[in-house]
């Protein structure tokens, strides 16, 4: 099956070079691109993209804007693409606010072309979290600024058995479904159904915001 992909990125070459990567891969469709989160929100609206590329800063409408105008569309909108944040910078606010809003993760703008079609291919499969471990840290750094909420995320918890505690906290820090099935000694499949239970009962959309949540509920703590 092909993924279908929009390019939302202020600067033209940036645009122009994802684009003739991707589309040079047989499972790959570039279906547009934008300048702007203004016609970046349009375009996805018109050509129903799986994955759109969304810079952080652009004029008219930043990234983070746009990635919750997609991710949490108006009523009679239903199309909601998975969203991945291009960056320049590893440590970024704007990119920790995108993961909570439902962006399925982010990549470095000088990341090895590889790497950018492995995260295209790896967020519209949304079978797991993009880049673990960096993203993992960004999270860590952010929520040591930021309490651990002790309300209602907390009492979502409780919903949770004890194995699939383990499960999320263990996806919080960045393991792997099949480091996770080595962890716990369990079948890789099992571990694929405990994940996917977690994200039911906690009603979250992906493993990116699974992690958002880990750390803002207090179950795991930066630096663990």
Known sequence: MTTRVIIVDDQAMVRAGFAALLAAQSDIDVVGEA????????????????????????????????ARRLLDPPPGVTHRPRVLMLTTF????????????????????????????????????????????????????????????????????????????????????????????QTLVLAEQTVKTHVSRVLTKLDLRDRAQAVVFAYESGLVAPGE
């Open 35 to 66: 300048p702007d989160g203004v016609q970046g929100v349009e375009l996805s609206r018109r050509t129903h993209p799986d994955v759109v590329l969304m810079d952080v800063r652009m004029p008219e409408m930043d990234g983070l804007e746009a």
């Open 90 to 181: 590893d440590v970024d606010d704007y990119v920790y606010e995108a993961l909570r809003a439902g962006a399925s993760g982010f990549l470095l703008k000088d990341a090895p072309p590889a790497d950018l079609i492995a995260a295209v291919r790896v967020v519209a499969s949304g079978d797991a979290l993009l880049a673990p471990s960096v993203t993992r840290r960004l999270i860590a750094d952010f929520a040591k600024q930021r309490p651990a909420a002790r309300g209602k995320p907390a009492l979502r918890l409780k919903g949770l058995t004890e194995r699939e505690t383990e499960v999320l906290t263990l996806v919080a820090r960045g393991q792997s479904n099949g480091e996770i099935a």
